[in-house]
């Protein structure tokens, strides 16, 4: 059984779907990972204690999702020297600026990798997190510019599709 | 000596000339209040710890003032059942509504009672906070209802000030 | 009978199905509460009387609840000394980015304690006036205690059930 | 001696520069007005008393200006059905947005007339509240209408000017 | 037959359904006006005409309504000496406040009285040009006074239905 | 003498030095071109002229520049069929976003082809100007490609001085 | 075969149905195009290489549309000496401000001619392309002033519509 | 001479003075680094060049800042499987809310892992970049838990120092 390198974190199951995209990245380039549900004020010692002892299970990347004030990724990057990514979630009246800021204005000397607000910001957190263990992983760098190049040709095929369509009309 | 009833926390020694506000009504009103330092990021244990131990030594509120991502408000409410009350401080590219965002929009369940951005906010944290120890404190209570009336009376000696300019010209 | 200790205020009848969210954490926790519709603005004498009286009728905390301009939070603690929780409620084209700032941004002098937006928001109020009842009563802030590990209990349960669907994948 | 046929009515004296804009047309236009300090929140018993009374008094129009939060025009309209005016006024951390938000999004029923942030805004309060009364004064509507023209010359005498400039370069 | 008092004029007629708000309180006041639909840039001279003529066919009080970049209440400013309501309207990705700052943000010299965006904005639309209508005629001002106690009244009954609505709980 | 293929237009002379960006583009490019001060709310008469007789003076394109309203390009725009270019100018409490709303979301069938806020935009419009007249005028677009190529030397010249910068270190 | 003068291209084909809408406003007026799918971050060299041989095929107008961080538009006209009109499209929790941003406010030397986000904006981007071929070309000019007449005639006719509806109530 | 393992690029000379930081920060973890001036729009090929070599010269991250527009994170990324750090630099109108947006709403597929607007986010980049190197690297890793402790009493010594200042009082 394979040890997880990465550490997907998110605030309530109400955000699975959302997290799940990053999940399915991972899934794809066969790292293997770890999904838990810990809220940073819900269960304040049980996060901190997933962040603490993150890197000792080997742990490479925390992956950590959450909405509104979404405090969750800055208290996963206080506890720990890994890299952690930060997901902002839409939800509430303000849909996700809140989220967005609350994950990205970290102050000086605790980062946060934050993409973007969403499906596409966990899809985004799972391939970086591949970048990152890509670094000293050839297979998985192989991989990902497999990947890169794959995205390419779905552009062009969407293309040449769009020009067989307008062809016909 | 007097214990403290009140904890004025904030994240870094650049707040302290917004967070004197609240320490300034506290000292006018007689309540004997704590202030310190702590991060959310950069000591999280201390912070943590500050939090927990806070109802043991005696303290009734805490008011917690933060910048940008602003995770201190919400970290001290996670750690205590005591009323946390959150400052936004304006500062950095966004100038204090990502503050405001990350400190108000708390998930249910985890309340910060979130004042105005900047000094203003300071200074009503300080009165909030005395108005949640008058409910058991009939002193405090009618000190409150003398400020009420010197602020009243404030205005019109202003508006007096201003009739008399006015018929100057 | 008991005496009802918080009042919740709002401005419309439309504004129930937010507020009740503050009424049920009452309910639970055994806190007597009435419940209102005023307006600041259709009918300001009844709402600053509501206000002026509150204290004399054994009311401890305000908890108000408006929409777009939201003036209510602020013209009710305007008259009173009592700690005025306020809840922006979403709704309009600009959806509660309005009524949050002016709920929050209130001028040094007369706090509104700010919570979240909508029901998140309502809930938290509720919170946050057992919080303040709690400080000079013990029972209260043992069931806050309680409450506080009942929330960290039932995410380490949706975490435990993510584990086994993860599993069964 | 001329009755006040307007009252500027503003929530702290630090808005007199602001609010004096409109002034500044009131006299140019030759009507009688009166200018009050007076705030929704630290007094509103005189303030409520100032809208109530102003329309026995001969007021015909209310100016109403307030920073923040900016309850005081929507505080005035509800208590006259006399035409209320008002001007956000910049100032805190979201410089007048607040301000704005607080005071145009009043809910059906009491309308308050919305004009820009600031100066140009109060200038534009007093060239409304002219307008307003000169829908029954005809030498106020052909003063209105010599303004107007003197403005469309000001604006060519602007762009002569330029030519000339342009022409010298 | 009665002279139109009020000119409701909008950009287009998937328009009609917000500014109708305005039009049922006119009714309501007995109030005659016209509503048409003109458009600032799709037919300007059409609507230049429209604002220079108004006041020679004895309207007192314009109302424009428009979405987006939303110029319509200013050209109308802009050709006439009454006073001149803007109601912004949601729609589009940005869904009004783009109407707002195009409607209200005006210029020094050429005031727009702006109201709440949407629906709630047109009604009030109505209201304050009865107000303006009533500072000449005594029997709107005592209709406008009877409107205000009724909306008063009318939230008392609410309250009551409330009261009736938790006893039976 | 050349006649002006370019008119740029602003509401007031306090634009002059945001628009004279514009101005020194054309200028670089040779391309003759007019500078007017005219506004869509002071002179609306004179600059519906302004933009119905351009096309017949042999003007090609048209620059406006404005701030918060920001209705002087639609209002070009609705006169014209020539391309106008907007440049929202920054200024007031919201500082350009009002003005960039106001000039970019135009209703279908009106375009205005907006720029950047400020500075940067007004030297774009230059350019973009350029581009427009280029598509018929060959010794322009061999300009333009110079241009681009020596926008390239300049930041690798830039980047040179860098790293001579670095190495010095 | 008429050889294609404008350019559409888009990053996803779920952009089609938004620039449509261009493509329908280019039929409409006889005007060949080309519509392309390519991604400014999916496909960098593919969408390098359709802005750097546009102008040698022909193209005298490029319109590009993208929603989120939007990219393309500044991306072609990097590329290019030929003007760029760029559509926000929104989508994602921002809903397009992120896109119009990221369109509008490209830094001094590369202009992009920004329209309003979305289906009204993809409409403009095709006349503006019209406006500026119009420039050389009389037949389109002259097709230009009928559709502005149209438009004109087509608020007239809904105008009228309208007053007979009124007329029925 | 040490191989660069970081390259940071920048759109403008400007930028030097906030990306400063992330250079700070890698010389004080000896991280050797290469600091470029490139701009995604000025000069699009040297970019794509600088991103599709990096990977070849042995670079492990890249560091993009870049204002307004910002695009010059997600066209390095475009090019390259190596991770990239994204700093949002404030200035012009919008001041860093547009660089955000720009930088952090990449579509799926391509991340970019976004920091804090200005020079906090650049010293992140800086502590972000370490983190991912420190992942193959055991001495960079135990650096950094120097570095988060040393953070750590820094906060305690300023705390220390504000009790002793409180105390002289």
């Not at 549900?37 to 000792?56: F, K, M, V």
Request: hydrophobic share 50%.
């Amino acid at each position: 059984m394979n040890t997880a390198r990465v550490l997907i974190v998110m605030g309530s199951d109400s955000d699975v779907p959302v997290m799940e995209e990053a999940a399915k990245i991972l899934r794809q380039f066969g790292v293997p990972f770890e999904m838990r549900i810990s809220s940073a004020h819900r269960c304040p010692d049980r996060t901190a204690q997933l962040s603490a002892e993150a890197e000792g299970r080997g742990i490479k990347v925390i992956i950590a999702g959450a909405g509104v004030a979404a405090h969750l990724a800055g208290v996963m990057a206080a506890g720990t020297i890994l890299p952690v990514i930060g997901v902002p979630i839409a939800g509430g009246a303000i849909n996700g600026v809140d989220a967005l800021y609350s994950t990205v204005q970290m102050p000086g000397g605790i980062p946060v990798a934050t993409v973007a607000i969403g499906k596409a910001g966990a899809k985004n957190a799972g391939i970086l997190a591949v970048q990152m263990l890509a670094l000293s992983d050839a297979a998985l760098a192989q991989q990902l510019q497999e990947y890169k190049e794959s995205m390419a040709r779905e552009v062009e095929e969407k293309d040449q599709a769009l020009q067989e369509k307008l062809a016909e009309q």
